[in-house]
């Protein structure tokens, strides 16, 4: 169709589905819900997805250690995803992590209070 935007799909259908096909290019998602309810599970998800597609994939954890992703992201099965992980809650550390590298596809800042 005329106007349509370009999206990454990160292969997890319902959560692409909601995004309209998939996430686009400079946009910035803000996600919400009741404490608890997936959110950051979800998150790591559609992350490491990215980054097993080849392309680079930040995670970014204000509310835990970079050591309780990595377990979860284990107990997921996702293990094997070269993303990164990164615990900051200044604007200035995650600038500091992104300026490391490439620009990512995919950032994701859990969670913005």
Same mark, same amino acid.
């Given at each position: 169709?005329?106007?349509?935007?370009?999206?990454?799909?990160?292969?997890?259908?319902?959560?692409?589905?909601?995004?309209?096909?998939?996430?686009?290019? %400079?946009?910035?998602? !803000?996600?919400?819900?009741?404490? /608890?309810?997936?959110?950051?599970? =979800?998150? #790591?998800? $559609? @992350?490491? *997805?990215?980054?097993?597609?080849?392309?680079?994939?930040?995670?970014?954890?204000?509310?835990?250690?970079? %050591?309780?992703?990595? !377990?979860?992201?284990?107990?997921? /099965?996702?293990?094997?995803?070269? =993303?990164? #992980?990164? $615990? @900051?809650? *200044?604007?200035?550390?995650?600038?500091?992590?992104?300026?490391?590298?490439?620009?990512?596809?995919?950032?994701?800042?859990?969670?913005?209070?």
């Amino acid at each position: 169709p005329v106007g349509e935007l370009p999206r990454r799909t990160t292969g997890l259908a319902e959560f692409d589905r909601a995004l309209g096909g998939g996430i686009v290019p %400079g946009s910035a998602i !803000l996600m919400g819900g009741e404490p /608890g309810i997936g959110k950051s599970t =979800l998150l #790591l998800q $559609a @992350a490491a *997805s990215i980054a097993r597609s080849g392309a680079r994939s930040v995670y970014v954890s204000g509310e835990e250690a970079t %050591g309780q992703v990595r !377990l979860r992201a284990r107990r997921l /099965g996702l293990a094997d995803a070269p =993303l990164q #992980l990164a $615990a @900051a809650t *200044s604007v200035r550390d995650i600038l500091t992590t992104l300026n490391a590298g490439a620009p990512p596809a995919l950032l994701v800042v859990d969670s913005i209070q």
